[in-house]
């Protein structure tokens, strides 16, 4: 009978959008009382636009640093722009789009680096360019009030260096999807506690969280230790679902008791899950769980 049974989940699972890796699975999502959202391109839709442009010089600063900080708008965009072209991150393709939509074709980039979970590095016309949490603190007073109405904003703020000075800020809009409130709701359901899981900052973190109905946040966290994070909860004795869609979390969705990966994310993390969620849609993490868990009580 178990065979027939499991086909039947698993049938199901696919009209519903979910590809089971195989019947093995099934038996994960028995026990799981958590479930780890990542928070970009799971919660949110992970397309970001270009907000805001801020540069250090205000009256104020210029004074500060003797008013030779002398990057416009314009500069610090292109810089960044150009710098953020050679990266595949949502705040990449959103700081490139708006640049070149606002500036026109961005200028080549030397000796690009992409530093996980902090940002990106390179040289562009023969300036040292950073974006990202990369900047030497303390910021400029005007750049550290632009960081904080963005991120009370639930914005998300990058500094923008140049060859060593914090010349600019820009921030990037995400929305969070029309399906989260109602899949976490769904979750809540089921018994599971959601946790929101992510490398932004904690205040845009939690103004995610709050719009969604999720009361454990975790910001912060390094691509790396977002495993380490999956591994501690287990070690707390809980029993941990995992959804993600970047190449970040495959570690992750890997450690976890169940990993589920949106299909609409990268390779890597489909590939590390057990189960993927074809469209996209969290509200299916829910379903999924369910429909797995009616499909072993009907084998038991
Ligand atoms: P998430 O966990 O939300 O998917 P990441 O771990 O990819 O986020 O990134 C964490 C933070 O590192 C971002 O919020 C941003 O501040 C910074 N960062 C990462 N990559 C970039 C980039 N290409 N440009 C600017 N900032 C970046
Ligand atoms: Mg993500």
Redesign the pocket.
Known sequence: ATPTALMVGTGRGAQLGILIKGPEVLESTRRVDTVVL????TVTTGRMTLQEVYVAQDAEDAKGSGGSAGFDEKDVLRLAGAL?HA?E?P??RA?AAGAEERTGALPPVEGFE?V?????RGRVGGREVM???LAPAPLPAALARAEEAAAAAGR?A?VVTVDGTAAGVLTVADSVKETSAEAVRRLRALGLTPVLL????ERVARAVADAVGIDEVIAE???EDKVAVVRRLQGEGRRVAMVGD?V?DAAALAAADLGLAMGTGTDAAIEASDLTLVRGDLRVAADAIRLSRRTLSTIK
């Open positions: 990542d928070k970009t391109g953020e990266s991150h705040i990449a700081v992409n996980p979970g902090r940002g990106v974006v990202g949490r998300t990058v992510t490398g932004d900052d966290v390094l691509p970047g970040n």
